[in-house]
C-alpha cells in the first residue's frame, strides 16, 4: 500500500499507479472528505452551469423511465416525413 508524505503546504502526491488506475489526469478536482479517522479522495467532474438540469433528481428519473420505455419497446415511429410524425404524436396517448 503506497505511503504519502504531507508536504509543507499540506499537500500530498497521489501515487502513480492510483493516479492512473482511477484514469486521473493533471487540474481534475479530488474531493476530501473526513469518514471516521480516515481520509478519503473523490474525483470530480465539473458540470458547466447550463448542463446542470441535466443531473438533477427530477431529470435523471424522467431518462430512467425513459430508458425503461424504450427498453420495453414502448416507441412509435420512425418515419418517413414530418407529416406523419406529426400525425402520430397529435394520435399518441401520453
Not at 473526513?34 to 467532474?45: C, R, T, W
Amino acid at each position: 500500500m503506497p505511503t504519502m508524505k504531507i508536504g509543507s503546504k499540506h499537500q500530498v502526491v497521489i501515487p502513480k499507479e492510483i493516479f492512473t488506475e482511477l484514469g486521473l489526469r493533471i487540474g481534475d478536482l479530488v474531493e476530501a472528505v473526513k469518514e471516521g479517522s480516515n481520509i478519503v479522495f473523490k474525483p470530480q467532474k465539473v458540470i458547466p452551469k447550463d448542463q446542470a438540469w441535466f443531473w438533477t433528481e427530477e431529470h435523471q428519473k424522467k431518462e430512467k423511465e425513459a430508458s425503461e420505455e424504450i427498453a420495453n419497446g414502448e416507441t412509435i415511429g420512425p418515419f418517413d416525413n414530418i407529416t406523419d410524425a406529426l400525425k402520430a404524436l397529435k394520435t399518441a396517448k401520453i
